[in-house]
């Protein structure tokens, strides 16, 4: 069992940046493959960035350089770097665990509000 707890969102200018970050409970968070969601009103939910647990990454095309994923296997914790933020970023945003096993997961936080606006 995994515990994910987000932070880090708010309200930011277009143009800015902000930093979200996720810490995960448990002792096997190495072994978790760790991406960042994010659903606005009245779409999908859809996937931002991903790292596995060897530390490679993937993004979706919208935040290719804009955005960074990373993390922290000491402190269990995993990091989205939003810059550049434009107002179709704004949504809320999860933190999703994963090691691929049918019987486990996947895990999700409780998600933090990001807003671009002026």
């Known amino acids: 069992q995994v515990q994910l707890v987000e932070s880090g969102g708010g309200l930011v200018q277009p143009g800015g940046s902000l930093r979200l970050s996720c810490a995960a409970s448990g002792s096997s968070f190495r072994f978790y493959n760790m991406a960042w969601y994010r659903q606005a009103p009245g779409k999908q939910r859809e996937l931002v960035a991903a790292?596995?647990?060897?530390?490679?990454?993937n993004y979706a095309d919208s935040v290719k350089g804009r955005f960074t994923i990373s993390r922290d296997n000491a402190q269990n914790t995993v990091d989205l770097q939003m810059n550049s933020l434009k107002p179709e970023d704004t949504a809320v945003y999860y933190c999703n665990a994963d090691r691929g096993f049918a019987w486990e997961g996947p895990y999700w936080g409780q998600g933090t509000q990001v807003t671009v606006s002026s």
């Open positions: 790292i596995g647990s060897g530390g490679s990454t």
